[in-house]
């Protein structure tokens, strides 16, 4: 390896000067000589230059880069990665990390896109994942710092009205997952956020406790909710069976978008929700009453196997349902929030738990 500072000739005197940059010139494991440009400090180029012969060795030997040659080529400048992929010193998947963090992002949702996840959940994920790299202000792989990250999510939970713990985990939960995909597709040679823990959510940690009705108060909403005005393209027979089949059942919002007329089994009274649309991933055949199931099939007579179940004039049931609920429990005079609890959307499935509890169900099979 030799290192040398250029020399140029200077169009007024005509004299030979040097550049203000020092050059590293080296053979590559093609015995061509190659010449790479260096820093204005001859030591930093020297170490530049110790780098690039390491690599030059790995490729000689047939061998990946080490741990500590990884890290170097994450910290490394964009021009000097597609250098080193040009002459063939690094493959293309290597020579992603020296890609921005905007650019791994978008490739992170796609990976997810391609793997079959729901575009909401996507959405979500990548969302989570953006907002924290921009609030760290990281723009490149060497960037990410675990200590910067859970000082930002400190900044979340203590401004004014600050997230929750549970929503600080679930932010964090993303960034570990992108992390992970970095590591798992070769971008990365470890997470440096992988040790990090989420927070223990305690109950009076939560912003947003929920409540279960009495019996009374249901039958009240079903009624009301029967005989009240469309809202969000739903009639109020509609919506009163929707909101029938969640209490019944705990199906999730997104689990009760997600379902279409074949969804439903009426030889077995059974409702199916698929594994890309569940929460655990899983498919879910969960049991329906037999008059819940009657009145179901009555409702969706006429309608495609492969048409949403409830939806309305919109085609596919509102991301609003807690406004929607909100509405209907003011017709039947139910309060929505009751000595500080709730009863939301995603209420109905503790109303579901509370349901099953009264009956003697055990706690393992609800």
């Not at 997104?254 to 074949?262: A, N, P, R």
């Not at 969804?263 to 594994?275: A, E, G, P, Y």
Request: net charge positive.
């Amino acid at each position: 390896m030799r290192i040398f500072k250029p020399q140029y000739r200077h169009k007024k005197t005509g004299k030979l000067k040097p550049i203000g940059k020092w050059w590293i010139e080296l053979r590559d494991y093609l015995q061509v000589v190659r010449r790479f440009p260096g820093c204005t400090d001859k030591k930093a180029t020297e170490t530049l230059g110790r780098q690039i012969e390491r690599l030059v060795s790995c490729k000689i030997a047939g061998q990946q880069p080490g741990p500590e040659l990884s890290r170097w080529l994450e910290g490394i400048s964009e021009k000097l990665t597609d250098r080193l992929v040009k002459v063939g010193l690094l493959d293309t998947t290597r020579a992603a990390a020296g890609k921005s963090l905007k650019n791994h992002l978008e490739d992170f949702e796609q990976s997810l896109l391609a793997k079959g996840d729901t575009k909401g959940h996507v959405r979500t994920i990548v969302t989570r994942a953006r907002r924290i790299v921009t609030g760290c202000g990281f723009k490149s792989w060497s960037d990410i710092s675990a200590n910067r990250v859970q000082r930002y999510l400190a900044e979340l939970r203590n401004n004014g009205e600050g997230i929750s713990a549970q929503t600080s985990n679930h932010y964090l939960q993303a960034i570990k997952q992108f992390c992970a995909w970095m590591t798992d597709n070769g971008r990365a040679i470890e997470s440096p956020v992988r040790h990090l823990k989420g927070l223990r959510v305690l109950q009076t940690d939560r912003r947003h406790a929920r409540r279960a009705l009495e019996p009374d108060e249901i039958r009240r909403l079903l009624e009301a909710t029967r005989q009240g005005l469309d809202r969000y393209g739903m009639n109020g027979h509609e919506r009163c069976l929707l909101y029938r089949l969640a209490i019944e059942s705990g199906l999730r919002r997104k689990e009760l978008q997600s379902l279409l007329v074949s969804s439903f089994d009426f030889k077995t009274h059974t409702v199916t929700v698929t594994d890309a649309y569940s929460k655990n991933r899983r498919q879910s055949v969960l049991p329906l009453r037999k008059d819940t199931a009657v009145e179901l099939e009555r409702f969706f007579t006429g309608k495609l196997p492969n048409v949403k179940a409830f939806g309305g004039t919109y085609k596919r049931l509102t991301d609003k349902t807690a406004k929607m609920l909100r509405a209907d429990l003011a017709e039947a005079g139910i309060p929505y929030v009751d000595d500080g609890f709730f009863f939301d959307f995603h209420a109905q499935r503790h109303q579901t738990g509370t349901l099953l509890a009264a009956s003697g169900t055990h706690p393992k099979v609800a």
